[in-house]
T-cell receptor, first 114, second 112 residues
């Protein structure tokens, strides 16, 4: 069964550094998402992306965050200057089409900011 | 914010049916009920969704009350691998591909 893949599985970075989290959505999917989950807390929506532009973003997704689909297969989340509070699991998701098509999630990247 | 209410935790014996309730009393006509689960910090896994009719797939059954104010996810023969946090999510469908809003879910523990 096709799946969403995320790399790396674990990223350690120093405060103030830039990080790029990478995702390969399911190949025929058109809608892409990033979520994060701080340890012990809820899964939180960050941003959705369709047709090469952001569809919706949450309050968490401030100017330090950006997303890009640099080619036909990858979907990336960049954090420009990481803070300690950015430490979390970051999940990428994709869905096939409009309407009720479910989101399919990758297994995440654990980001640790020291 | 999540529009659902779920018990914080439940236990189930291996091999028995697990029935996970969800209250969504403020659900509107174009909102669907979705169920996901998360096994130990892995990515959320889609289980099933429905609008008003009962639904069944290879993983589970979804029973939605006639007034749509509550639903039950049924895992017919729970195994130890079904131990996870189960999320009931009400999702508005307006023609785009709207986000999911996760609550705290129900921690299901399947016991041997």
């Amino acid at each position: 069964e096709p799946e969403v893949t995320q790399t790396p599985s674990h990223q350690v970075t120093q405060m103030g550094q830039e990080v790029i989290l990478r995702c390969v959505p399911i190949s025929n999917h058109l809608y892409f998402y990033w979520y994060r989950q701080i340890l012990g807390q809820k899964v939180e929506f960050l941003v959705s992306f369709y047709n090469n532009e952001i569809s919706e973003k949450s309050e968490i997704f401030d100017d330090q965050f950006s997303v890009e689909r640099p080619d036909g297969s990858n979907f990336t989340l960049k954090i420009r200057s990481t803070k300690l509070e950015d430490s979390a699991m970051y999940f990428c998701a994709s869905s096939e089409r409009q309407g009720t098509s479910p989101l399919h999630f990758g297994n995440g990247t654990r980001l640790t900011v020291t | 914010d999540a529009k659902t209410t779920q018990p914080t935790s439940m236990d189930c014996a291996e091999g028995r049916a697990a029935n996970l309730p969800c209250n969504h009393s403020t659900i509107s006509g174009n909102e669907y009920v979705y169920w996901y689960r998360q096994i130990h910090s892995q990515g959320p896994q889609y289980i099933i969704h429905g609008l008003k009719n009962n639904e069944t797939n290879e993983m589970a059954s979804l029973i939605i009350t006639e007034d749509r104010k509550s639903s039950t996810l049924i895992l017919p023969h729970a195994t130890l691998r079904d131990t996870a946090v189960y999320y009931c999510i009400v999702r508005l469908i307006q023609g785009g591909s709207e986000k999911l809003v996760f609550g705290k879910g129900t921690k299901l523990t399947v016991n041997p």
